[in-house]
């Protein structure tokens, strides 16, 4: 019997680049909020469980989401990995796959968690990270491998030398995890970075210290990778997601 996969959905940044007093995840895409879009792909791979993180605007966030999905609120807000330790307070023990995505990609879709899901379990690794390439990087955490090519760590664009800045496979920050591993880690994530938070992107050179496997899933849909930080993007999105609701027309 396969495991049970549940799904977290990091929905708690107020979007400063947004200029707006609107959650960020509650600005519409296609006429809906584009958390929305990130709830109805992670729905279609039936999940055991979804749970949303949410901090700025929560009330506002939970108030506009009918969904069948549990809320935890991250108050204050000490990065992404402080964000997933508080979401694993409401995943059930019999989740065996977690899989961690964002409200503000709302281009992303049901096939690639499937895939990551797939990948997770027919390589029998504790992580699976969605990367993609990117030319000229943009300030995404980079994607360090080894000498044999397998994934070493994640390097936030922050905390990059120069030589790491100039690699072009970003961590698009979507992740399959599995569950037991994931919560080893978590209990040992440290802040001692440019940003004094706690990175989730740290838990895959811990992973890696514990001996466990890691992979990494190249994807060359760029567009589903797109994040929501400002107008610009948000513009772009829409536009996207027009022209493929055409298509699948």
């Known amino acids: 019997m396969n495991p049970k996969t ?51 605007g929560a009330g506002q966030v939970q108030d506009a989401i009918d969904d069948d999905v549990d ?3 991250q108050q204050p807000q000490l990065g992404t990995g402080h964000a997933a330790q508080l979401a694993l307070q409401k995943i059930r023990d019999d989740a ?9 990609m709302p281009l992303l879709t049901a096939d690639i968690f499937r895939d990551l899901r797939a990948a997770r379990r027919r390589h029998q690794v504790s992580a699976v990270v969605l ?10 955490g980079r994607i360090v491998r080894d000498a044999a090519g397998q994934l070493l760590s994640i390097v936030e664009d922050k905390d990059c030398s120069p030589a790491q800045k100039a690699i072009t496979e970003v961590n698009v920050a979507v992740y399959c995890f599995a569950l037991g591993p994931l919560k080893r880690a978590l209990a040992r994530l440290r802040n001692n970075n440019a940003q004094n938070e706690y990175y989730l992107t740290d838990v895959i050179a811990l992973l890696r210290q514990d001996g466990e496997r ?4 190249h994807s060359d849909d760029v567009e589903a990778c797109i994040g929501v930080n400002d ?6 999105v829409e536009q996207i997601m027009a022209r493929r609701t055409r298509h699948k027309h």
């Open 96 to 104: 065996g796959d977690l899989i961690v995505s964002y409200g503000d």
């Open 131 to 140: 990367t993609t390439t990117m030319d000229p990087p943009p300030a995404f």
């Open 214 to 217: 890691v992979e990494a899933m």
């Open 71 to 73: 809320f935890v609120l």
């Open 231 to 236: 107008l610009d993007d948000l513009a772009r």
């Open 6 to 56: 549940s799904v977290v959905i990091l929905a708690a940044g107020k979007g400063t680049r947004m200029r707006s007093e609107l959650p960020k995840v509650l600005h519409p895409v296609a006429q809906k909020p584009m958390l929305l879009h990130a709830i109805e792909a992670a729905q279609k791979i039936d999940p055991a469980q979804i749970v949303v993180v949410v901090g700025y």
